[in-house]
């Protein structure tokens, strides 16, 4: 069964960090642009970070350079979103994604470059 899993989502409070794993099965994540996506009620979802297949490429949104960086385990094709000096905006579901695209800066925003999505999990930053 194709299937993304995300998983470490919580509450945090600002200045704190979460680490979300996307686990992948029925397919190798290695050979996919695995993406990280984040949606607030009433809002799109955007695209927020890309690691491209082979790790060859990353893109990332301006708002969270410098402090969410993401990886990946092929191993256990599992890809990683670490999430550091959070801040309350950064409050949304967190969605993976992956797509056979190159390179991530070109095409990463766009939902349509997707073949699979996993089912969110909650990040949520308050004080």
């Known amino acids: 069964q194709v299937q993304l899993v995300e998983s470490g989502g919580g509450s945090v409070q600002p200045g704190g960090s979460l680490k979300l794993s996307c686990v992948a099965s029925?397919?190798?994540?290695?050979?996919?642009?695995v993406s990280w996506f984040r949606q607030t009620p009433g809002k799109e979802r955007e695209g927020v970070v890309c690691?491209?297949?082979?790790?060859?490429?990353?893109a990332y949104e301006d708002s969270v350079k410098g402090r969410f960086s993401i990886s990946r385990d092929t191993a256990e094709n599992t890809v990683y979103l670490q999430m550091d000096n959070l801040k309350s905006e950064d409050t949304a579901t967190y969605y993976c994604?992956?797509?056979?695209?190159?390179?991530?800066?070109?095409?990463?925003?766009?939902?349509?470059?997707?073949?699979?999505w996993g089912q969110g999990t909650q990040v949520t930053v308050s004080s």
């Open positions: 994604a992956a797509g056979l695209f190159t390179p991530c800066g070109l095409y990463y925003r766009d939902r349509n470059n997707y073949k699979f």
């Open positions: 029925g397919f190798v994540a290695d050979y996919y642009s």
């Open positions: 690691l491209g297949s082979g790790d060859l490429s990353t």
